[in-house]
């Protein structure tokens, strides 16, 4: 799968053009599943829902490259690198790397290092999925407001199987 191709997907799985604001969504104002504190982050400047709202799919394109696929350059393994960069989006680059050494059972110090990735290269796609399915448990757990979410996130965990 090409950096291009794992950009369409998950443009499709965050909804494509679509804006939303649900007030339930701990992620807050998102549009091409780029969050406010995303915008912000990469824009190095304070934004606004409108700012959000604004984003266009260029400017979302080059956020993805920047701040989740260059990320996980060093896993060669082309399916594993796309869940881990769909689990950076949904959840953060550093928890998808947590995740991915809970799942390899290595050191989880949060560095994509050279343990991780030669570990990372081998690893069966189902056990990050599953993996990744009991993290968004653990979310409803926690904040059970966030119920209403699971349904999807486990879906789009799915896809990779």
Do not use: H
């Not at 007030?23 to 599943?33: A, N, Q, R």
């Not at 989880?108 to 599953?130: E, R, Y």
């Amino acid at each position: 799968m090409t950096d291009k191709e794992i950009i369409d997907e998950i443009l499709r799985r965050e909804g494509g053009v679509r804006y939303t604001n649900d007030p339930s969504d701990l992620g807050g104002p998102t549009k091409y599943g780029i969050t406010l504190r995303t915008l912000a982050d990469w824009r190095k400047k304070p934004v606004t829902a409108a700012d959000v709202q604004a984003l266009d799919e260029p400017e979302a394109r080059q956020i993805y490259v920047a701040k989740y696929l260059k990320i996980f350059d060093g896993i060669t393994n082309r399916q594993v690198r796309a869940l881990c960069v769909d689990i950076g989006v949904n959840s953060g680059p550093s928890q998808a790397i947590l995740m991915l050494q809970k799942t390899l059972g290595v050191k989880q110090d949060g560095v994509l290092g050279p343990v991780t990735l030669a570990a990372a290269n081998s690893l069966k796609i189902k056990d990050l999925v599953a993996e990744r399915i009991l993290f968004y448990a653990g979310i409803v757990q926690r904040s059970p407001s966030q119920l209403r979410f699971l349904r999807g996130w486990v879906n789009r965990s799915l896809e990779f199987v």
